[in-house]
């Protein structure tokens, strides 16, 4: 079924590299990993899913909890992604409601407690949490707390449910009933909470329902999460680039994909049908766990029943997905878009916007932003910044020139679309710069516009005169939107990158470290903020930094601590 896309491949393949790998375990990891970083054109991949939340649990001394749409490998802990918002926030409220975690920015240590510079906030008097920053509650109370929220999280709700009950009833044979009364309350919340997860299996193996469905050149691929016999959740993905792949290829792209991002595997993975390299894929799979972890594929029964459930969960997802995208090709204009296109004069709405806007402080860190709206809002996956690489001192027309050659030199070489209008922030040097572009990647009839700060006035290519259009017409007032937010993107990058020049020529200062110790470092721990907070022996185990000059390093950023 896949021979049409490989015959395409082979015939665009210039060159091939290859890596061998100590096991098919490794080879199939990697391969995963590259899809993930490259997005082959050619390779089953999960759409992208960085809007996707997560539930991050920090591995502090005192951890937090909150929700999260980016991974740090710090140590913390994720759970997701939840590609359903509403049901991460309703668990997240049920968390917070029953484990007293802090959820400020604070940075807690035992030195940050010791100084009692954190004063206590709201959360502590509503019993949100139990003041670790005022030295309220140890470490060790702290993390049994995290421990049991982290396991609640991950399903495991009879095990506290037995513990809480185990500290109740000690509580009150002690007498103190006050603590008794919150481990109560405790765990009615917990019995609300599992009142509304379905009953599906009278044993309580942890096991994960994976199942995908292809239609109409697309795919999608479902979880169904099974903890202690209950429901607890699903997630669902869209996969690209399926064209003429089989449904057993499907899977095995979507199960390691998927398996890869998250960190809590369940004891059994129901799939619908067997896969190639399924006793590889397991073996990674137990691996990675730390213990056993099976694929199975159930023939009959109520097994069998979960995964053709899981199917059709599946299959309606995709549906909705088709029915959406059908509603979007029918459906109607949005005003302000249609406003435009008259005011403009264009032969179709003007539905997908890119503008460009140039941002820099007397020359220095030119940089361009490219913002895209669709139907009149930004859709920010397709924002993109640029360096200014061939241009030498403050100009802004061969800087706008610069980044629209490179942008759209892409688009024609990956034979993407190009926008329905193309919008830079500017008057009619700007304009002009954008066209002669263009012009030199053989596109000649695009539609593209210039709006002019000042007095916001609009150029089009082959007009001396700005474009005669209201100032309260709808398609200005979008056209001063997307300039707007062109502006602002750029400013933030601009300022993004001043602010870590600024932070790297902080080590200038420090008697003894020159360029090269400068990169050192920086390539060593990340950033300067990284090397700021980094320990004295760390600093003296970095190879080429004599530990007299680590010291000295360590002492210029704790020079306050030190007296």
Same mark, same amino acid.
């Given at each position: 079924?896949?021979?049409?896309?490989?015959?395409?491949?082979? %015939?665009?393949?210039?060159?091939?590299?290859?890596?061998?790998?100590?096991?098919?375990?490794?080879?199939?990891?990697?391969?995963?990993?590259?899809?993930?970083?490259?997005?082959?054109?050619?390779?089953?991949?999960?759409?992208?899913?960085?809007?996707?939340?997560?539930?991050?649990?920090?591995?502090?001394?005192?951890?937090?909890?909150?929700?999260?749409?980016?991974?740090?490998?710090?140590?913390?802990?994720?759970?997701?992604?939840?590609?359903? !918002?509403?049901?991460?926030?309703?668990?997240?409220?049920?968390?917070?409601?029953?484990?007293?975690? %802090?959820?400020? *920015?604070?940075?807690? +240590?035992?030195?940050?407690?010791?100084?009692?510079?954190?004063?206590?906030?709201? /959360?502590?008097?509503?019993?949100?949490?139990?003041?670790?920053?005022?030295?309220?509650?140890?470490?060790?109370?702290?993390?049994?707390?995290?421990?049991?929220? !982290?396991?609640?999280?991950?399903?495991?709700? *009879?095990?506290?449910?037995?513990?809480?009950?185990?500290?109740?009833?000690?509580?009150?044979?002690?007498? &103190?009933?006050?603590?008794?009364?919150?481990?109560?309350?405790?765990?009615?919340?917990?019995? #609300?909470?599992?009142?509304?997860?379905?009953?599906?299996?009278?044993?309580?193996?942890?096991?994960?329902?994976?199942?995908?469905?292809?239609?109409?050149?697309?795919?999608?691929?479902?979880?169904?999460?099974?903890?202690?016999?209950?429901?607890?959740?699903?997630?669902?993905?869209?996969? *690209?680039?399926?064209?003429?792949?089989?449904?057993?290829?499907?899977?095995?792209?979507?199960?390691?994909?998927?398996?890869?991002? !998250?960190?809590?595997?369940?004891?059994?993975?129901?799939?619908?049908?067997?896969?190639?390299?399924?006793?590889?894929?397991?073996?990674?799979? &137990?691996?990675?766990?730390?213990?056993?972890?099976?694929?199975?594929?159930?023939?009959?029964?109520?097994?069998?029943?979960?995964?053709?459930?899981?199917?059709?969960?599946?299959?309606?997802?995709?549906?909705?997905?088709?029915?959406?995208?059908?509603?979007?090709?029918?459906?109607?204009?949005?005003?302000?878009?249609?406003?435009?296109?008259?005011?403009?004069?264009?032969?179709?709405?003007?539905?997908?916007?890119?503008?460009? /806007?140039?941002?820099?402080?007397?020359?220095? +860190?030119?940089?361009?932003?490219?913002?895209?709206?669709?139907?009149?809002?930004?859709?920010?996956?397709?924002? %993109?910044?640029?360096?200014?690489?061939?241009?030498?001192?403050?100009?802004?027309?061969?800087?706008?020139?610069?980044?629209?050659?490179?942008?759209?030199?892409?688009?024609?070489?990956?034979?993407?679309?190009?926008? +329905?209008?193309?919008?830079?922030?500017?008057?009619?040097?700007?304009?002009?710069?954008?066209?002669?572009?263009?012009?030199?990647?053989?596109?000649?009839?695009?539609?593209?516009?210039?709006?002019?700060?000042?007095? +916001?006035?609009?150029?089009?290519?082959?007009?001396?005169?700005?474009?005669?259009?209201?100032?309260?017409?709808?398609?200005?007032?979008?056209? #001063?939107?997307?300039?707007?937010?062109?502006?602002?993107?750029?400013?933030?990058?601009?300022?993004?990158?001043?602010?870590?020049?600024?932070?790297?020529?902080?080590?200038?200062?420090?008697?003894?470290?020159?360029?090269?110790?400068? *990169?050192?470092?920086?390539?060593?721990?990340?950033?300067?903020?990284?090397?700021?907070?980094?320990?004295?022996?760390?600093?003296?185990?970095?190879?080429?930094?004599?530990?007299?000059?680590?010291?000295?390093?360590?002492?210029?950023?704790?020079?306050?601590?030190?007296?």
């Amino acid at each position: 079924k896949g021979e049409a896309k490989l015959q395409v491949l082979v %015939r665009k393949v210039r060159g091939l590299e290859t890596i061998t790998t100590d096991s098919e375990i490794e080879a199939l990891i990697l391969e995963a990993n590259m899809i993930k970083e490259y997005k082959p054109r050619y390779n089953v991949t999960l759409k992208d899913d960085k809007s996707y939340p997560y539930i991050r649990v920090t591995g502090e001394e005192f951890p937090r909890i909150f929700p999260t749409r980016k991974i740090i490998k710090d140590g913390s802990k994720y759970f997701g992604p939840y590609t359903d !918002v509403h049901s991460m926030r309703s668990l997240l409220k049920a968390v917070r409601r029953i484990f007293p975690v %802090r959820s400020c *920015n604070y940075r807690l +240590d035992k030195k940050t407690v010791a100084s009692g510079k954190v004063k206590l906030c709201l /959360d502590f008097h509503i019993d949100r949490c139990p003041g670790p920053c005022q030295g309220l509650i140890s470490e060790e109370d702290y993390r049994k707390i995290v421990d049991q929220m !982290v396991r609640f999280i991950a399903g495991k709700n *009879n095990e506290i449910v037995k513990e809480l009950g185990q500290a109740m009833q000690q509580c009150a044979a002690e007498e &103190r009933f006050e603590e008794a009364a919150k481990i109560r309350d405790q765990l009615q919340a917990i019995e #609300q909470f599992r009142a509304r997860q379905k009953m599906v299996s009278p044993d309580e193996v942890d096991r994960d329902i994976v199942a995908v469905y292809q239609e109409a050149k697309l795919a999608s691929g479902v979880v169904l999460k099974v903890m202690e016999g209950k429901i607890v959740g699903h997630h669902h993905f869209y996969l *690209n680039n399926t064209i003429g792949e089989s449904d057993e290829e499907i899977l095995k792209s979507f199960l390691i994909q998927y398996y890869l991002k !998250v960190d809590f595997l369940p004891e059994e993975i129901f799939l619908p049908f067997e896969i190639e390299d399924r006793d590889e894929i397991q073996k990674w799979l &137990r691996e990675k766990r730390g213990k056993k972890c099976v694929l199975i594929v159930p023939q009959r029964g109520e097994k069998r029943k979960l995964v053709e459930m899981t199917r059709r969960n599946a299959k309606l997802v995709l549906k909705e997905l088709l029915l959406q995208k059908m509603k979007e090709r029918e459906g109607r204009i949005p005003r302000d878009v249609a406003a435009l296109q008259q005011d403009l004069n264009l032969a179709r709405p003007p539905r997908r916007i890119e503008a460009f /806007d140039i941002s820099h402080i007397s020359g220095t +860190d030119m940089v361009a932003s490219m913002v895209c709206f669709v139907d009149g809002m930004p859709r920010k996956s397709d924002y %993109r910044k640029f360096k200014i690489r061939s241009v030498a001192g403050i100009d802004d027309f061969a800087s706008m020139k610069e980044v629209v050659t490179r942008r759209y030199r892409r688009v024609l070489e990956e034979k993407d679309a190009m926008p +329905d209008l193309i919008l830079v922030d500017g008057g009619k040097g700007q304009l002009s710069s954008a066209v002669e572009a263009l012009h030199d990647l053989g596109v000649h009839d695009q539609p593209i516009a210039a709006l002019a700060k000042r007095l +916001d006035e609009v150029f089009l290519p082959g007009f001396m005169d700005p474009q005669n259009i209201l100032k309260t017409s709808p398609g200005l007032k979008l056209l #001063q939107r997307v300039r707007d937010e062109s502006h602002r993107f750029a400013i933030a990058f601009h300022r993004s990158l001043r602010q870590k020049r600024t932070l790297q020529s902080e080590l200038e200062f420090i008697p003894g470290i020159g360029e090269k110790r400068r *990169n050192l470092l920086i390539e060593t721990f990340g950033s300067v903020r990284k090397i700021e907070e980094a320990q004295k022996e760390e600093l003296e185990a970095v190879k080429g930094i004599p530990k007299k000059l680590a010291r000295k390093i360590w002492g210029y950023f704790h020079v306050e601590e030190n007296g």
